[in-house]
């Protein structure tokens, strides 16, 4: 019996979170990121701590990527 590679997935079918081919971020690097955000840093001095775009950290933060849930029950 071989053991099949669980894949994160959206309803549509498209890979999500760090499994994505283009990820910058793994998904423990986004908890930080909305960490950081959340005490206050701005989104450019993240930015420049993870070395990805201002734009990458803002659509973290404001949930327009990475569409998975971070924080389970």
């Given amino acids: 019996m071989t053991m099949a590679k669980v894949i ?3 309803l549509k079918g498209y890979r999500r979170g760090e499994r994505h ?3 910058k971020l793994t998904d ?3 908890e930080e ?3 950081l955000s959340e005490a206050g840093v701005c989104y450019r001095v993240i930015a ?3 070395g990805v775009s201002k ?3 803002a659509g973290i933060c404001q949930f327009r990527r990475r569409h998975v849930t971070l ?3």
Avoid: G
Wanted: one cysteine or more; proline letters at 10%.
């Fill in 71 to 73: 924080y389970a029950p």
């Fill in 48 to 50: 420049a701590r993870f």
């Fill in 8 to 10: 994160r997935a959206s």
């Fill in 55 to 57: 734009s990458c950290i």
């Fill in 21 to 23: 081919p283009q990820a």
């Fill in 28 to 30: 423990s690097q986004a």
């Fill in 33 to 35: 990121v909305l960490d």
